[in-house]
């Protein structure tokens, strides 16, 4: 009869190496999968909790948004995070972009752009209107002129006009666009550039 001894701790010692290999290859798995998390919350996306009322009803104080760093130049219509004033994270929507007069109010209590009125009621809070301060003012290049949905209870670029800067932000204060809504679940939403904005040329 063949003896078996060697054969068993042999194959015991093979055993020993394939779970040293496969508790290495997790702990590899582990930390790359975590350098990946960390670079694309460096460089690609982000997250972003609400804290105000100032975008109402789009967004609630505590609802958090994924923002994407990767999204390109500003748009009209664009609910954007940025460098705010006094260096603050802050998010509000894109009204006007460099070039854009952008003036309140018209006839009918609208804010225009380039001479467009905007028909807001898509996203305006219930109830709210446009703006209670009139403005006029032209967007310089690089600059976005920046309004929250719930603008009575919104201090943006209307709120500003009077320090340096003339209530502008800079392009490059941009962090990223605002993609959805995640959180809470029951919230969760896609957002989308309101097509009014189409209409402005």
């Not at 670079?39 to 975008?55: D, N, T």
């Amino acid at each position: 009869m063949a003896r078996q001894g060697p054969v068993t701790k042999k194959a015991e010692g093979v055993g020993r190496e394939k779970k040293k290999g496969g508790f290495r290859e997790t702990v590899l798995l582990l930390v790359l999968g975590v350098g990946i998390a960390m670079l694309l919350r460096a460089f690609v996306i982000g997250s972003f909790y609400i804290p105000s009322e100032s975008m109402e009803n789009t967004l609630l104080v505590n609802d958090q948004v994924v923002v994407n760093k990767l999204a390109g130049k500003p748009e009209r219509g664009d609910i954007v995070v940025f460098k705010g004033w006094g260096g603050v994270d802050t998010i509000k929507r894109v009204i006007g972009v460099g070039g854009d007069k952008v003036v309140c109010c018209d006839a009918m209590k609208r804010i225009t752009v380039n001479g467009t009125p905007l028909e807001e009621k898509s996203y305006l809070y219930p109830g709210d209107y446009a703006s209670g301060k009139k403005f006029d003012v032209t967007v310089p290049a690089g600059k976005l002129w920046l309004m929250g949905d719930h603008r009575s209870a919104s201090r943006d670029s209307r709120g500003h006009m009077e320090e340096p800067g003339g209530g502008f932000i800079s392009e490059d204060a941009v962090i990223g666009k605002a993609v959805v809504r995640y959180w809470p679940l029951s919230r969760g939403y896609l957002f989308s550039r309101p097509d009014i904005f189409d209409k402005v040329k």
